[in-house]
């Protein structure tokens, strides 16, 4: 789906805005002086009476009292006032379709509007009669359109701007506040432990940064949720493991066997030594995100040397190595790779009949090199193949903690292939059993694994 992003849609608005208001104001401008710029009706009464009564006058043939008269109109208005006749006289011989003379003016028509940005008034003329009178009157200044044109011009050239400007840094204020300040309240909500608020669904269509941020914002807290979930039942696991171990030995303290009470309490001690140290070394692996590179390793002595202690603790369990020669492991971890793989072939034999096979299988495939431990156990459910790499995941037939162990070591190998550059991964075997398969690169540079079929399936 496109995206708009922030910095478009703002550059969008601003240029739709400016340019609408810029169109809006002219149009005003245009109309209002147009309005602003025709005489008032009473004015123009006003005048047409005043030519009324020159034409009045005139028709007495009375010239002192046309004078007394232009003076008196002249004071009041404090403006010139002037009556003229004028006379048409042909030149030359003219055939005229109509009479020549149309009612011409010699100053501006009363319906004429008025240039307002002049500061001088016009000369108004007023035809009147048949014999080519005109009243010519310089405007009255009281007659003058446009009174509060000034204020207005000033108006809208400074006050609607800002006002018009105002509105817009509103808006978009409200536009960047909204979703900032959802962000806020999930914030608070977070930090009252309430991780479930989601802020993208209600902003998501804005489909800009802060649509992506609130998206991350939301991952973040789904994550932070999930990781306080795992820490509170890593607590209740290890409270649960280590309350277990207490508890036989405080049974055994009542025995009267006083050797066999010493070493059930060392066994149990032991046993929880295991979970502290499985626990601590768990949770560096998963704070620290440590990179264990440092070794080259020989993975074939490596391997049959742990085949070989496995062999051992396990003398019921016949384990077959098919260990081809491959080029040495650089870039590695000889602690991390060797506990990893231990972890693995340890937990196959406990899941594997007495008397069944166990198979630890090492090739390399260009620069990629595979380990794959395949037992004869059960299997596990589909949906758990990813789940046992889990601290402490247990399935209900196998919570039993002579075959369960304490839960942590699947989910210590994951942790230590990963540091090594590598990946983990569990199938199931036809026609029964679980293969585990670890996946190493032996190129300098870390790669992006892709999905690699298991060959040892069945």
């Known amino acids: 789906?496109?995206?708009?992003?922030?910095?478009?849609?703002?550059?969008?608005?601003?240029?739709?805005?400016?340019?609408?208001?810029?169109?809006?104001?002219?149009?005003?401008?245009?109309?209002?002086?147009?309005?602003f710029s025709y005489i008032a009706e009473a004015h123009k009464e006003q005048l047409m009476d005043y030519a009324k009564q020159a034409e009045n006058i005139i028709a007495t043939g009375n010239a002192e009292q046309l004078q007394a008269w232009k003076d008196a109109v002249s004071r009041?208005?404090?403006?010139?006032?002037a009556v003229i006749k004028v006379d048409i006289h042909d030149l030359v011989d003219t055939e005229w379709d109509n009479t020549p003379y149309d009612g011409g003016y010699f100053g501006r028509h009363i319906d004429y509007p008025i240039h307002l940005y002049h500061t001088e008034n016009p000369l108004m003329d007023i035809p009147f009669g048949n014999d080519g009178y005109h009243l010519l009157i310089r405007l009255p200044q009281r007659m003058r359109p446009g009174a509060f044109w000034n204020e207005l011009y000033f108006a809208s050239?400074?006050?609607?701007?800002?006002?018009?400007?105002?509105?817009?840094?509103?808006?978009?204020?409200?536009?960047?506040?909204?979703?900032?300040?959802?962000?806020?309240y999930a914030t608070r909500r977070y930090a009252n432990g309430d991780f479930s608020t989601k802020i993208y669904p209600a902003i998501a269509r804005r489909q800009d940064e802060i649509s992506d941020l609130a998206a991350s914002f939301d991952d973040m807290g789904s994550k932070l949720?999930?990781?306080?979930?795992?820490?509170?039942?890593?607590?209740?696991?290890?409270?649960?493991?280590?309350?277990?171990?207490?508890?036989?030995?405080?049974?055994?303290?009542?025995?009267?066997?006083?050797?066999?009470?010493?070493?059930?309490?060392k066994n149990e001690v032991g046993a929880m030594r295991k979970l502290v140290e499985g626990?601590?070394?768990?949770?560096?692996?998963?704070?620290?995100?440590?990179?264990?590179n440092k070794d080259s390793i020989e993975l074939p002595s490596l391997i049959e040397s742990i085949i070989e202690d496995a062999r051992f603790e396990f003398p019921s369990h016949p384990i077959k190595?098919?260990?081809?020669?491959?080029?040495?492991?650089?870039?590695?971890?000889?602690?991390?790779?060797?506990?990893?793989?231990?972890?693995?072939?340890?937990?196959?034999?406990?899941?594997?009949p007495e008397g069944k096979e166990v198979l630890v299988k090492l090739w390399q495939q260009q620069d990629d090199i595979f380990i794959e431990v395949a037992d004869q156990g059960p299997g596990i459910d589909e949906q758990h193949l990813e789940d046992i790499f889990k601290p402490f995941f247990r399935l209900e037939e196998s919570r039993d903690r002579e075959k369960g162990g304490f839960g942590l070591g699947?989910?210590?190998?994951?942790?230590?292939?990963?540091?090594?550059?590598?990946?983990?991964?569990?199938?199931?075997?036809?026609?029964?059993?679980?293969?585990?398969?670890?996946?190493?690169?032996?190129?300098?540079?870390?790669?992006?694994?892709?999905?690699?079929?298991?060959?040892?399936?069945?």
């Open 279 to 292: 626990t601590l070394t768990l949770a560096w692996l998963e704070n620290e995100k440590p990179q264990l």
């Open 1 to 35: 789906m496109f995206k708009l992003r922030l910095f478009g849609k703002l550059n969008l608005w601003i240029a739709i805005c400016i340019t609408s208001f810029y169109w809006l104001l002219t149009d005003l401008n245009e109309k209002v002086e147009t309005e």
């Open 410 to 458: 699947l989910a210590l190998s994951k942790r230590q292939v990963e540091a090594c550059g590598g990946r983990i991964s569990a199938h199931n075997r036809n026609p029964q059993g679980l293969l585990i398969q670890i996946e190493l690169n032996n190129c300098k540079k870390r790669k992006n694994f892709s999905s690699t079929h298991p060959e040892n399936l069945k």
């Open 225 to 265: 949720s999930s990781a306080i979930s795992q820490q509170r039942q890593l607590i209740q696991d290890i409270s649960h493991e280590l309350r277990t171990p207490l508890t036989r030995i405080q049974l055994s303290l009542d025995g009267n066997d006083a050797e066999e009470v010493v070493n059930r309490v």
């Open 321 to 352: 190595g098919e260990l081809n020669e491959i080029d040495t492991l650089k870039n590695s971890s000889h602690l991390a790779l060797s506990q990893s793989i231990e972890n693995i072939i340890r937990n196959a034999c406990k899941y594997t």
């Open 157 to 184: 050239r400074t006050l609607l701007p800002f006002l018009f400007a105002m509105l817009i840094s509103y808006l978009l204020y409200r536009y960047l506040l909204s979703p900032l300040r959802k962000l806020k």
């Open 76 to 81: 009041q208005e404090d403006t010139l006032v």
